[in-house]
């Protein structure tokens, strides 16, 4: 059975950093999109990042740009978001989510493009 397990969220202040990582098992990533949403209280689930199987390229929500980086390393099975310059407006759940596939122009943002999803993580962003 395909499991996503995200792990790294947090209370943090403004201003700070987290790093989030999404483990995967009984799934081989590498031929897999992989992506972050969020979802925060009474809000719709939105897309937060994604990357291809290279790492070569990747998109991110306007929310985001230029503060969040997401990675990953095929070898471990592992996906990261690293969060920088948190603002009290990304707190949220995090959830890691993977699509089938090897190319796509753009990169699959759509919650329904995914066919798996991890349970998610807790970042909560202090002022």
């Known amino acids: 059975q395909v499991q996503l397990t995200e792990s790294g969220g947090g209370l943090v202040q403004a201003g700070g950093s987290l790093r989030l990582s999404c483990v995967a098992s009984?799934?081989?990533?590498?031929?897999?999109?992989m992506a972050w949403f969020r979802q925060a209280p009474e809000k719709e689930r939105e897309f937060v990042a994604a990357?291809?199987?290279?790492?070569?390229?990747?998109d991110y929500g306007d929310s985001v740009k230029g503060r969040f980086t997401i990675s990953r390393d095929n070898a471990k099975q592992t996906v990261y978001l690293q969060m920088d310059s948190l603002k009290p407006s990304d707190s949220a759940v995090y959830f890691c989510?993977?699509?089938?596939?090897?190319?796509?122009?753009?990169?699959?943002?759509?919650?329904?493009?995914?066919?798996?999803w991890g349970r998610g993580t807790r970042v909560t962003v202090s002022s």
């Open positions: 990357v291809d199987w290279t790492a070569t390229k990747t």
């Open positions: 989510a993977a699509k089938w596939g090897l190319w796509s122009s753009p990169l699959p943002r759509d919650i329904t493009d995914y066919e798996h």
């Open positions: 009984e799934l081989a990533i590498e031929s897999h999109f």
